[in-house]
């Protein structure tokens, strides 16, 4: 059946990024790259960006996410775990060796543990909510893009690699 011509149709939403429309900048124009070893790229629920140092230690929480880049990992990680409750968390191995180990734990203890080994290409999806460490087993240049702004660590317990 025909809709009469007296029918009103809801205006359909106007994504410009489909239709290649011009939009307003919300990160600065620079013309300068920025060297990316020991920094993060912060990308905020608003979808800007903006690039930060990364401290030692566990990473910093941000409401959107983090994209870092680790371009040496050749000793033991900062923590003895970590879980990302607001998203699955991104993994690619540029180069080198890693073991991923995921556990069934909480905060105070580690679980029921299984190992993925993470070879030079190879990309792993931490699933929301999965207790996670990395250990390497060479030296290893990796990748991650992590959610927050939600999540906890283990501190390193000894014994652990």
């Known amino acids: 059946m025909a809709p009469s011509p007296t029918a009103v149709w809801p205006t359909p939403r106007v994504d410009p990024f489909r239709i290649g ?3 307003v900048m919300t990160t600065p124009l620079d013309t300068s790259p920025v060297h990316f070893d020991g920094s993060v790229a912060n990308i905020g629920r608003d979808w800007s960006i903006t690039i930060t140092s990364a401290p030692p230690g566990p990473p910093r929480r941000i409401d959107g996410y983090t994209i870092g880049a680790i371009p040496r990992v050749d000793r033991p990680g900062p923590h003895g775990g970590e879980v990302h409750p607001d998203g699955d968390e991104f993994l690619y191995l540029v180069s080198g060796t890693m073991e991923l180990i995921l556990d069934d734990g909480d905060e105070q203890a580690v679980g029921v543990e299984t190992k993925v080994l993470l070879r030079s290409g190879d990309a792993y999806v931490v699933p929301r909510g999965i207790w996670h ?23 390193r317990q000894s014994g652990q690699n």
């Open 21 to 23: 429309q011009s939009v």
């Open 133 to 155: 460490r990395l250990e390497s087993v060479e030296p290893s240049y990796l990748v991650h893009v992590t959610p927050g702004p939600n999540g906890g660590h283990r501190p």
